[in-house]
């Protein structure tokens, strides 16, 4: 990874099939090699932290 550009492509790929925002974390060495890469969140600012069916299920 030399540009934020490389970095762009390389998670277009893991992402292309999500569905919900991802918070990702890579990890580089001095080199810009990736050692470490993790998804740290999963979600998205508008979901409700309580499903629906759940909040209506009692009067």
Do not use: W
Not at 27 to 33: P, S
């Amino acid at each position: 990874m030399r540009t934020p550009d490389d970095a762009a492509d390389y998670l277009k790929g893991i992402f292309k099939d999500k569905v919900q925002e991802h918070f990702y974390c890579l990890c580089l060495d001095t080199k810009n090699q990736i050692i470490h890469e993790r998804t740290i969140f999963v979600g998205s600012l508008n979901a409700s932290i309580v499903p629906e069916t759940t909040s209506t299920a009692y009067p």
